[in-house]
């Protein structure tokens, strides 16, 4: 007898009841383990990257010195990362993971957490978040298409329900504070800080540090650097739930015109879980995976492509060009998600629908047709961001643990 998707009535009912025993376990460890005063657990994207303002606001700790001071847990989703410092990495959703999860005094962490993770008394949860919003959110959705998701309004119960258990919250500039406050009903305290991710492109943007990174990153120095970076799709999803790369852009186009003079580095979001073949564009694109921080990207590239992404917010720090391939903008305005501001009004560079005119806009490009709009762009969303979100982070992390205890760790092996 088959369930949704192929799945049995028997697979279902294990899941759900294995499910039960992890959240029974997690409780439980809950009520007979102490809180560790100096312990503090980092993840990004759910363990699928080591990257994002977590990553920024652990590196900044270790540059002064506080991996010795406190115990510091990465969760990682299939590999270990190569992290600095003191810091140990436990795999994600495993029993070690819960055992951190419990005894932690504070969470740091760039999305939502399963809702059953319960935020005991005693432990602080430090929600940085992961982009200024372009696209509507949660409570300012009318319908949702997300995998494993039934409904808008169950969609939005959970989403506030997991909001519940955020202490902080990390935000960019004063428009992400106002729409964060209505859209997640968020009612603790905002952080109103800039993106500890952003500190990177104050302090390492000069010729010597870019050149440092494209060698790094394997890139030619000889070639300029188109960095594309588009969001997800809703609704673009396989029978297996897992999202998927459709892009409706013409690799071969831009290689064929644009390979002369520049190389395209390809990066999406980490919820696309596609294997794409990139080897037909050797020595054209590079891709990175979710596993790469996007700000070294950022700082490598000469110029951006984007959509819908949140990325236009942090690269417009560096007043680089930037391109808006929005071939479905019809669609992702009226269907699926909906904006917050004009999109035609705002966005500081051209809009294209085909990869044919995407070419002609970077061929062409004149920055003084766009220079006023950049500007009022930058001080609408980057007035915040000025290279010293980690540091106050860390002032705020300092003020929840004490300054000296010894390092003692209590594995479950």
Request: proline residues 4%; neutral net charge.
């Amino acid at each position: 007898m088959q369930g949704k998707k192929g799945e049995t009535i028997v697979g279902k009912w294990l899941y759900k009841a294995t499910k039960g025993l992890v959240v029974l376990f997690y409780r439980l460890m809950c009520w007979i383990l102490p809180v560790k005063k100096n312990r503090i657990v980092f993840d990004s994207s759910l363990g699928k990257s080591y990257a994002g303002n977590p990553k920024h606001i652990y590196e900044y700790l270790v540059a002064n010195g506080y991996d010795t001071k406190w115990d510091c847990i990465w969760f990682f989703e299939k590999e270990k990362y190569s992290i600095p410092g003191m810091s140990r990495q436990v795999r994600y959703g495993r029993m070690r993971y819960l055992y951190y999860m419990v005894t932690a005094k504070v969470w740091v962490f760039d999305t939502r957490q399963p809702e059953w993770l319960v935020r005991r008394k005693g432990t602080y949860y430090i929600q940085t978040w992961h982009g200024t919003p372009l696209k509507k959110l949660a409570l300012d959705m009318e319908d949702v298409f997300m995998v494993g998701e039934s409904d808008i309004e169950t969609y939005k119960k959970h989403f506030m329900k997991n909001v519940e258990t955020w202490d902080y919250l990390i935000s960019q500039n004063p428009f992400s504070t106002e729409t964060f406050r209505r859209a997640f009903d968020f009612k603790k305290e905002m952080l109103e800080i800039g993106y500890p991710r952003n500190d990177i492109l104050f302090r390492e943007n000069t010729p010597e540090a870019v050149r440092r990174y494209r060698k790094k990153l394997g890139l030619p120095l000889d070639k300029k650097v188109i960095l594309y970076a588009p969001t997800w799709r809703d609704d673009e999803f396989s029978e297996d739930n897992k999202y998927e790369f459709r892009p409706q852009i013409s690799f071969e186009t831009l290689q064929k015109e644009l390979s002369g003079d520049y190389i395209m580095i390809v990066k999406y979001h980490y919820l696309i879980m596609d294997a794409v073949d990139w080897s037909p564009y050797q020595g054209f694109i590079y891709h990175f995976d979710q596993s790469r921080d996007i700000a070294e990207l950022f700082l490598v590239s000469d110029i951006l492509i984007t959509d819908y992404s949140s990325v236009m917010f942090d690269f417009s720090i560096l007043r680089r060009p930037i391109f808006f391939f929005a071939y479905d903008f019809y669609k992702y305005k009226n269907e699926l998600r909906g904006f917050y501001f004009s999109y035609r009004k705002e966005m500081p560079g051209p809009i294209s629908s085909t990869t044919e005119q995407l070419v002609e806009d970077i061929r062409n490009y004149d920055a003084s047709i766009y220079e006023e709009r950049y500007q009022k762009f930058i001080e609408k969303y980057n007035s915040v961001d000025d290279g010293n979100a980690s540091s106050h982070v860390l002032d705020l992390i300092h003020s929840l643990l004490p300054e000296r205890q010894p390092n003692v760790y209590y594995d479950m092996e």
